[in-house]
């Protein structure tokens, strides 16, 4: 048994936006985190030593991006993807999380305004997150500099273009010192609505409701993304349904023990340790998804956070 909800952030779920999958569009959702983000703006943000913006080549066109570091020194790279069910979230609502990984790993890190749906379905963001990596790498002498430590990383939604842009940079022959998996969207065939495919995955239904992120909320953002319920079993979407995660590189995985997603980011990590690559899971207890952007007001999860980036920051260090 987990350790109970935590009381710092059982206080804050009422707070917390994009809840009423009867009410959301995707404009009041995209508002909703840019609100929450806004409301924050007099807590000074984690300094770096420069932040700039800039543009990275997507599948279909120049994407805004941001760029933080903290030096000029040869480092990783890292390229972030930001959460928001694919749907909402942009550089300003991930800006503080952005900072922190580039503190706390020493990594420069480039954040990525890829396109969002309804406006551009899947496969767009994972096209654009592939096409941006790419890019940056092409590039490299304007960021990290250092081939061997390039990594990629996402919380939520950006977790799940992360896996799957860690597997087509294997594909491609493209080496990756490591990937950070943040309570990653693994699985989303049947769109989460799916009553046979939601059993394989029980904290769909024992976190269904109540911890902020809903099941139905993942079935909303789901439904925006896929213009077909049946993109649901392509590993664009479902890495964990790729033919092989063999050769991949090694990972840093977490889930939160009060959310939806829990099991099938387990499920992954577990796919991971199985196919032989290296692979730290940790579960969150007491927390919930969305908490790498809670650490201000829970001590149990910016240690959380803390723990995963530093062992990411390992991997990025080892290189490859």
Same mark, same amino acid.
């Given at each position: ?17 994009? *809840? ?9 959702? *995209? ?31 120049? /994407? ?35 900072? /922190? ?47 061997? *430590? ?85 590993? *664009? ?84």
């Amino acid at each position: 048994m987990s350790a109970p909800l935590d009381p710092a952030i059982a206080e804050v779920i009422p707070k917390l936006p994009l *809840r009423d999958p009867l009410t959301m569009t995707p404009q009041s959702a *995209r508002d909703a985190l840019r609100a929450l983000a806004d409301a924050r703006a007099a807590i000074p943000p984690p300094p770096v030593a420069d932040v700039t913006d800039i543009k990275v080549k997507g599948a279909a066109g120049p /994407l805004a991006a941001r760029v933080y570091r903290n030096g000029r020194d040869k480092s990783p790279t890292v390229m972030f993807f930001h959460g928001g069910g694919w749907v909402a979230g942009d550089l300003e609502t991930h800006d503080r999380q952005a900072r /922190l990984l580039a503190i706390e790993t020493g990594a420069v890190v480039i954040s990525v305004d890829y396109r969002r749906p309804p406006e551009t379905r899947f496969p767009g963001a994972f096209e654009d997150c592939f096409a941006a990596t790419r890019d940056v790498i092409a590039r490299l002498a304007e960021f990290g500099g250092d081939v061997s *430590r390039v990594g990629v990383a996402g919380d939520s939604a950006g977790g799940n273009l992360a896996a799957a842009v860690a597997i087509a940079c294997r594909d491609a022959g493209i080496k990756l010192a490591g990937q950070m998996l943040v309570y990653p969207v693994t699985d989303v065939v049947g769109n989460f609505a799916d009553t046979a495919e939601n059993a394989r995955f029980p904290s769909r239904q024992e976190n269904a409701k109540g911890y902020f992120l809903s099941r139905a909320v993942m079935e909303w953002f789901a439904g925006h993304y896929l213009e077909n319920v049946s993109h649901g079993a392509d590993w *664009r979407v479902s890495p964990l349904r790729a033919k092989t995660l063999a050769g991949l590189a090694p990972a840093v995985v977490c889930t939160a023990w009060f959310d939806p997603l829990r099991d099938e980011g387990k499920a992954y990590a577990d796919a991971l340790t199985a196919a032989d690559v290296p692979t730290t899971y940790y579960d969150g207890p007491g927390l919930i998804h969305g908490y790498f952007g809670l650490g201000e007001v829970s001590a149990i999860a910016k240690r959380e956070a803390q723990r995963v980036r530093s062992d990411f920051k390992a991997l990025l260090d080892r290189g490859v």
